[in-house]
């Protein structure tokens, strides 16, 4: 019985050590949630945001603050604001290094990954979220936040790294098609519940007609542009997705360059080259040419859609272009009608570690309140964006907003509602990407492959079996995608990783010794039986 004790134990402490010391292992974070806020202090934390100018966002963010304030008078709140993600990014990494990083910041899992190879940077979030007191539905909580189990699982997957939770979703959104209805039907066509690529692109094309004058027939305009996508990484993901082709899987292995990329590429430059197609990097916003006639297919996000049709609340083309048509809002197109796939996206919030734990919990109850009923509804109202739980999609407020599609141009825009009702009803057919340290540079060299090739088209340049080649070689060199984490394709050998850390040398030679003195100690054991 002794030396099973011993052996077991002495096993447990070998094992436990090899895993917190395995090559490519993150570093177990070191903080611990206490057990009670200490309310006899003061905390000032600061929280980063974007707003996207919209100044109807900034004042539900100062108002959720103050009454946050009125709850916990001794937690300041300072907010600063950033109108581009990619700044919020470059100021984070910039202050990692100073230890100068904010509390609470609104940013994107694949950032948060990069902030994770400092040391001790972002905060791990299960354990906080389970806490009796302090977790989700906790009974030391001021206000009434969701439970664990009203977090929309599909928005909760997202803020997952390597099987941790890192972040809490904090709005979610998805693309989808904002069509010109009236040019469409004028073509002859009607629109389907689930548009296929096939019909986009022949709808497409069917739009070009123009006269002896360089005059479109179907608008009277000299500018067409069919088909505008916002987001070309998107394009390309979700169009590897519907395919069941590989992008890059959990590890960091790069899926992108394969035959059914090589299929897409060729053809947006068929598309490209009739006029059909174009991208926001190379023609500007897609709702500029929506709104003044100019497109009939515009894909965006649903959180872009107070921008979309003719009525749109932010559509900011001149009167002078001011067109008056029907819009419609569909998913993105796709391969199998019956099996669509679209992607999960939007803003997540992460908590940074810090010294003072009591100030770390003040940032969590911060976190939270930002998914009470009355913050998430609010910001939900001022874009197509969707609460990220099943306690604000279900109160009868946010649902008394959506049966009010159309009585206005402002609060119940009718095409916001609709890509905001869209996302509701395919929450099941979302999907996201895998988010490791380098998954940001991957995302962009997806859509970067569109780009170059819509680019190399307008320039009369050959998009054949060669330029592909060059193209891949190109890509991979612009965003180091051979020396991303786990890099190499998928399906290949595992890579060297080279030699490993001297903790992890050490921790595998306690194991070895663990190991040494389990025999000794059997040895001893069974010399001294014989003795006997």
Known sequence: MKIRRFTSFAAAVGIALALTGCHGTREMNTFEIPQEFDTSRNYEISFWAKNDTNKTQTEIYERAIQDFERLYPNIKVNLRLYTDYGKIYNDVITNISTQTTPNVCITYPDHIATYLTGENTVIPLDRMIAHPSYGLGGSELRFEGPTEEEMIPQFMQECQIEGRTYAMPYMRSTECCYINKTLVEKLGYEIPEILTWDYIWEVSEAALEQDANGIYTLNGQKVLIPFIYKSTDNMMIQMLRQKGAEYSDAFGKIGIFNDTAKEILYTVAEHTKTGAFSTFKISSYPANFLNAGQCLFAVDSTAGATWMGSYAPLSDISADKFVEFETEVRPVPQFDPKNPKMISQGPSVCIFNK???????????????????????????????????????????????????????????????????????????????????????????????????????????????????????????????DQLEGAGNVGDAPRDLGPLPKTSVALLSTLAAAWVLILLYLLHEKWHKKGK
């Open 355 to 481: 010294q003072d734990p009591q100030e770390v919990l003040a940032s969590w109850l911060f976190t939270q309140y930002l998914l009470s009923n009355d913050v998430q509804i609010a910001y939900s109202q001022t874009e197509g964006y969707v609460p990220v739980t099943t306690k604000a999609q279900n109160d009868p407020s946010y649902k008394d907003y959506l049966s009010r599609s159309g009585e206005d141009n402002e609060l119940h825009y009718d095409v916001k509602l609709q890509a905001a009702k869209l996302l509701m009803d395919h929450t099941e057919d979302t999907f996201v990407t895998p988010v490791f340290n380098g998954s940001a540079s991957l995302r962009n060299a997806a859509g970067q492959m569109i780009e170059n090739v819509a680019k190399s088209v307008r320039r009369n340049q050959a998009v054949d079996e060669a330029y592909m080649k060059t193209l891949q070689e190109d890509i991979t060199s612009l965003y180091h995608l």
